[in-house]
């Protein structure tokens, strides 16, 4: 008989004779190792993989960006890199204690706003009730009848453990309980402030604003009210908010370059099949029914058949708040299961709960068996792969697989040995997104959503993909201002080596095939380090997709490729790395959706300028090099110069609409050069014209010419956020310099200006105007102070001094006067 604590026992699959497989190994949470991949699939191509999908109550979160990145990016490397045909299927959560939770409170909050259309005494006597019934439940040390007005000063005496950072108890680090104080702090205090602005003297607050602030506390009010009287047999409660959330976590998936779903299985659809999973369990033996119309999953008897229970994170099996959590905020404890432990796989729906048909009456799923059900309708009796947020281990996926061998499994009352298959081969967790150490999550609040960060500019689609990739799959990311550093970096680096190698491409092109560029070596070195990095990059995605090694490995590629002089570059050999780090990268998810199997692409979306573009601006480009070149020369040739502007015509004859504006360019210039060589214009004017060109014409066209050193010309790239940053700065520098100039210039002139006053006075006058003295001398000189007090010796010298002083600054100015100056 098996025991509770026994080694997990995993089945290695073996191959077909015949087969050739790649030497891809995978860290398998069943093994808690890394296990040689080996499909189901007796020929070795076809891959059967389930992934948990959303819980559609919100919108989607950078955590779920982080297993949904990561999990597309494994997706895809299997699909294009070791080409297998990949079924992949994801599940869409459309109904559980959090949907109904949810759809209830929006339902009957909805409602309630219907019907208060002002801001009277039952909104604000209704929200206030709110207040208090939410502090009482969520922050128990504040006292129950705490006015909002003095909700803030109850806060500090109560939590200011919390509030300053620390635990609330003892002297450990905070967690996720101080976590859900903050929140809850944050979402009184918000209700708090409504109703102060609502009460006070003088202030209206608007009654939008008054509802925004006031909904968090009011919807778990009116739902503790109504909530069970609600008709739930109106599915439309629910399917409102899921539908909604459900289309939005597309949106986001989209923006973030996922690939969609093989199959989307939504809980909702399979309500007969989950019915019909869970009667065979209890036919099996390993669930019963309770008389109230719950059935719950026997642990003990899984165990007696054999079948360990908890085998991905045995460790947690005795953890009684992961176990609650699993059985949802809804689930009433109940006296009648035969252990603590035994988890629901159907619930007896409760007023205000949706509800289907079952043999024990009205009900609906328990959390886990809906993934174990539409997985096996699906995908059959065993799948290759099962992944989700490494949150979902236990309980989530330990009580999917013991639900599911259960259901393959021979009745419990054979159970001498393993009667059933293994519903799983590997199962893969994606390691957790976290701030400031903390896990980021719905029920913190501590979130901040996919298309809040995307339409705000904080990260791009490819930026937070670079992210994950340069993090293992399975390990949590911290964010922190050093990966991001190192993201931008790796980002910066790829764009800048594909901009240069995407030049030199169609450089090749625009001079009919010609390249500055050797073709012929003895020694190719950027060749050998391709090979090498090939290799490299083979081995780590074998080594379960080690991606931060992957992506060290193109780094250093380019690396090597910076460190090399252009005269030892293989032309051939810069477009053949070009290329495959595009497939690489592209294989990533870092392209959009450019096909990876095009082996002839070089670059990704954002190095290439538009394509209506790229017949008049690469020749405009070459010509302007040209005269560039001619204009720098000791000795110009304006008939050179001309000859090039007649000669240099666009690589299309057919122009468009979208092409219009670049011909525009290309004819203004060519047109300026002739004009200017006819006059034989200096040079200066030339290079004039050049920069106004890069920086004016094209610029406005989105388009950048970055100047190189001769002989290589100018590079073509689009104008990007970068760009845009560095010109912003440059300007910002400029402007401050001429702010400061002409501040210097103005203190310069204001300090003249005032010499200038004081040399207009007569030195013999200089003494006479300050009402300090009575008597002067001849020459001016104070004899005795405005008292009659003779000036003393020693006074009179340094007024001597003075006066001397002003003699020559005044003599100065009148022959200026004299001469003409100011």
Request: glycine content about 6%; aromatic content about 10%; hydrophobic content about 35%.
């Given at each position: 008989?098996?025991t509770?604590?026994?080694?997990?026992?995993?089945?290695?699959?073996?191959?077909?004779?015949?087969?050739?497989?790649p030497?891809?190994?995978?860290?398998?949470?069943?093994t808690?190792?890394?296990?040689?991949?080996?499909?189901?699939?007796?020929?070795g191509?076809?891959?059967?993989?389930?992934?948990?999908?959303?819980?559609?109550?919100?919108?989607?979160?950078?955590?779920?960006?982080?297993?949904?990145?990561s999990?597309?990016?494994?997706?895809?490397?299997?699909?294009?890199?070791?080409?297998f045909?990949?079924?992949?299927?994801?599940?869409i959560?459309?109904?559980?204690?959090?949907?109904?939770?949810?759809?209830?409170?929006?339902?009957?909050?909805?409602?309630?706003t219907?019907?208060?259309?002002?801001?009277?005494?039952?909104?604000?006597?209704?929200?206030?009730a709110?207040?208090d019934?939410?502090?009482k439940?969520?922050l128990p040390?504040?006292?129950?009848d705490?006015a909002?007005?003095?909700?803030?000063?109850?806060?500090?005496?109560?939590?200011?453990?919390?509030t300053?950072?620390?635990a609330?108890?003892?002297?450990?680090?905070?967690?996720?309980?101080?976590?859900?104080?903050?929140?809850?702090?944050?979402?009184?205090?918000s209700?708090?402030?409504?109703?102060?602005?609502a009460?006070?003297?003088?202030?209206?607050?608007?009654?939008?604003?008054?509802?925004?602030?006031?909904e968090?506390t009011l919807?778990?009010?009116?739902?503790s009210?109504?909530?069970m009287?609600?008709?739930?047999?109106?599915?439309?409660?629910?399917?409102?908010?899921?539908?909604?959330?459900?289309?939005?976590?597309?949106?986001d998936?989209?923006?973030?370059?996922?690939?969609?779903?093989?199959?989307?299985?939504?809980?909702?659809?399979?309500?007969p099949?989950?019915v019909?999973?869970?009667?065979?369990?209890?036919k099996?033996?390993?669930?019963?029914?309770?008389?109230d119309g719950?059935?719950?999953?026997d642990?003990?008897?899984?165990?007696?058949?054999?079948?360990?229970?908890?085998?991905?994170?045995?460790?947690?099996?005795?953890?009684?708040?992961?176990?609650?959590?699993?059985?949802g905020?809804?689930?009433?404890?109940?006296?009648?299961?035969?252990?603590?432990?035994?988890?629901?796989?159907?619930?007896?729906?409760?007023?205000?709960?949706?509800?289907w048909?079952?043999?024990?009456?009205?009900g609906?799923?328990?959390?886990?068996i809906?993934?174990?059900?539409?997985?096996?309708?699906?995908?059959?009796?065993?799948?290759?792969?099962?992944?989700?947020?490494?949150?979902?281990?236990?309980?989530?996926?330990?009580?999917?697989?013991a639900?599911s061998?259960?259901?393959?499994?021979e009745?419990?009352?054979?159970?001498?040995?393993h009667?059933?298959?293994?519903?799983?081969?590997?199962?893969?967790?994606m390691?957790?997104?976290?701030?400031?150490?903390?896990?980021?999550?719905?029920?913190l609040?501590?979130?901040?959503?996919v298309?809040?960060v995307?339409?705000?500019?904080d990260?791009?689609?490819?930026?937070?993909?670079?992210?994950?990739?340069?993090?293992?799959?399975?390990?949590?990311?911290?964010?922190?201002?050093?990966?991001?550093?190192?993201?931008?970096?790796?980002?910066?680096?790829?764009?800048?080596?594909?901009?240069?190698?995407?030049?030199?491409?169609?450089?090749?092109?625009v001079?009919n095939?010609?390249?500055?560029?050797?073709?012929?070596?003895?020694?190719?070195?950027?060749?050998?380090?391709?090979?090498?990095?090939?290799?490299?990059?083979?081995?780590?995605?074998?080594?379960?997709?080690n991606t931060?090694?992957?992506?060290?490995t193109?780094?250093d590629?380019?690396?090597?490729?910076?460190?090399?002089?252009?005269?030892?570059?293989?032309?051939?050999t810069?477009?053949?790395?070009?290329?495959?780090?595009?497939?690489?990268v592209?294989?990533?998810?870092?392209?959009?959706?450019a096909?990876?199997?095009?082996t002839?692409?070089i670059?990704?979306?954002?190095?290439?300028?538009?394509?209506?573009?790229?017949?008049?601006?690469?020749?405009?480009?070459?010509?302007?090099?040209?005269?560039?070149?001619?204009?720098?020369?000791?000795?110009?040739?304006?008939?050179n110069?001309?000859?090039?502007a007649?000669?240099?015509?666009?690589?299309?004859?057919?122009?468009?609409?979208?092409?219009?504006?670049?011909?525009?360019?290309?004819?203004?210039?060519?047109?300026s050069?002739?004009?200017?060589?006819?006059?034989?214009a200096p040079?200066?004017?030339l290079?004039?014209?050049?920069?106004?060109?890069?920086?004016?014409?094209?610029?406005?066209?989105?388009?950048?010419?970055?100047d190189?050193?001769?002989?290589?010309?100018?590079?073509?790239?689009?104008?990007?956020?970068?760009?845009?940053?560095a010109?912003?700065?440059?300007?910002?520098?400029?402007?401050?310099?001429l702010?400061?100039k002409?501040?210097?210039?103005?203190?310069?002139?204001?300090?003249?200006?005032?010499?200038?006053?004081?040399?207009?006075?007569?030195?013999?006058?200089?003494?006479?105007?300050?009402?300090?003295?009575?008597v002067?001398?001849?020459?001016?000189?104070?004899?005795?102070?405005?008292e009659?007090?003779?000036?003393?010796?020693?006074k009179?010298?340094?007024?001597?001094?003075?006066?001397?002083?002003?003699?020559?600054?005044?003599?100065?100015?009148?022959?200026?006067?004299?001469?003409?100056?100011?």
């Open positions: 008989m098996a509770a604590r026994q080694q997990p026992q995993w089945v290695r699959p073996e191959s077909a004779p015949g087969v050739q497989l030497p891809l190994r995978i860290y398998n949470s069943l808690r190792q890394k296990n040689d991949f080996v499909p189901v699939d007796s020929k191509k076809k891959v059967t993989w389930y992934a948990c999908g959303p819980t559609v109550y919100d919108d989607s979160h950078l955590g779920h960006a982080r297993n949904y990145i999990t597309d990016i494994i997706r895809r490397i299997m699909k294009d890199y070791f080409k045909d990949v079924t992949f299927v994801m599940n959560t459309d109904v559980d204690d959090k949907i109904i939770l949810r759809g209830r409170e929006q339902h009957l909050f909805r409602q309630f219907e019907k208060h259309t002002k801001l009277d005494d039952t909104v604000v006597s209704t929200a206030h709110a207040f019934h939410y502090m439940k969520n040390l504040i006292p129950a705490t909002p007005a003095e909700y803030l000063t109850e806060v500090t005496r109560a939590y200011s453990r919390v300053a950072g620390r609330l108890e003892g002297d450990g680090p905070p967690g996720d309980h101080e976590a859900k104080i903050k929140m809850h702090i944050k979402t009184a205090s209700a708090a402030e409504a109703l102060q602005l009460k006070a003297t003088g202030i209206v607050i608007p009654l939008d604003q008054f509802y925004a602030k006031s968090d919807v778990k009010y009116l739902d009210l109504y909530g009287s609600i008709d739930a047999s109106d599915h439309t409660v629910f399917t409102k908010l899921t539908k909604q959330f459900e289309h939005r976590f597309f949106e998936m989209g923006a973030l370059n996922m690939l969609y779903p093989d199959v989307l299985t939504r809980v909702t659809e399979f309500g099949q989950i019909d999973f869970v009667v065979k369990i209890v099996n033996g390993f669930a019963y029914a309770t008389t719950d059935v719950y999953f642990i003990q008897a899984f165990e007696n058949g054999g079948l360990p229970y908890a085998r991905l994170e045995p460790w947690n099996r005795g953890n009684k708040a992961l176990q609650a959590d699993g059985e905020a809804l689930t009433a404890k109940s006296s009648k299961k035969r252990s603590e432990a035994d988890f629901a796989v159907w619930k007896h729906s409760k007023p205000g709960e949706p509800s048909p079952s043999p024990w009456g009205p609906r799923p328990g959390w886990h809906e993934c174990s059900v539409m997985a096996s309708e699906t995908l059959g009796k065993t799948m290759d792969i099962h992944s989700g947020g490494i949150d979902l281990a236990f309980p989530h996926h330990d009580n999917e697989l639900q061998e259960a259901y393959w499994s009745p419990a009352h054979n159970c001498s040995k009667g059933g298959s293994q519903w799983v081969n590997y199962f893969m967790h390691g957790h997104l976290s701030i400031q150490g903390f896990k980021m999550s719905k029920s609040k501590n979130f901040t959503t298309r809040e995307l339409s705000r500019g990260w791009t689609p490819r930026g937070l993909r670079v992210v994950f990739l340069l993090g293992g799959w399975k390990e949590g990311v911290e964010v922190t201002d050093e990966l991001v550093k190192a993201g931008l970096a790796w980002e910066d680096k790829v764009q800048n080596f594909m901009l240069k190698a995407k030049d030199l491409d169609m450089s090749a092109i001079t095939g010609s390249s500055e560029t050797n073709t012929e070596h003895k020694n190719d070195t950027l060749r050998e380090k391709l090979t090498q990095a090939q290799k490299t990059m083979d081995e780590a995605l074998c080594d379960s997709f931060p090694v992957a992506m060290r193109i780094s590629l380019i690396s090597e490729y910076n460190s090399l002089p252009p005269a030892n570059l293989n032309r051939e810069v477009l053949d790395t070009a290329r495959w780090v595009t497939k690489i592209t294989i990533f998810g870092l392209d959009g959706i096909d990876p199997n095009d002839s692409r670059g990704w979306t954002g190095v290439e300028i538009p394509s209506p573009a790229q017949p008049y601006i690469y020749p405009l480009s070459h010509l302007r090099d040209e005269v560039r070149k001619q204009a720098r020369s000791t000795d110009i040739s304006y008939t110069i001309k000859n090039l007649v000669h240099t015509s666009p690589t299309t004859i057919k122009p468009t609409e979208e092409s219009e504006p670049y011909a525009k360019a290309f004819t203004h210039f060519q047109d050069v002739k004009s200017l060589a006819e006059e034989e040079a200066k004017d290079l004039g014209l050049c920069d106004q060109l890069r920086d004016t014409h094209l610029w406005n066209l989105g388009i950048y010419l970055e190189r050193e001769p002989p290589l010309g100018a590079m073509i790239r689009p104008v990007d956020k970068q760009l845009v940053l010109r912003n700065e440059k300007e910002e520098r400029e402007k401050s310099k702010e400061a002409v501040k210097r210039e103005a203190e310069e002139a204001e300090k003249k200006r005032q010499a200038d006053e004081r040399a207009k006075v007569s030195h013999l006058d200089m003494f006479k105007t300050s009402g300090e003295y009575s002067w001398d001849g020459e001016g000189l104070p004899l005795k102070d405005r009659g007090v003779e000036v003393s010796k020693a009179g010298k340094k007024l001597r001094k003075d006066w001397e002083r002003q003699k020559k600054l005044h003599e100065a100015w009148v022959k200026a006067q004299e001469g003409g100056g100011v």
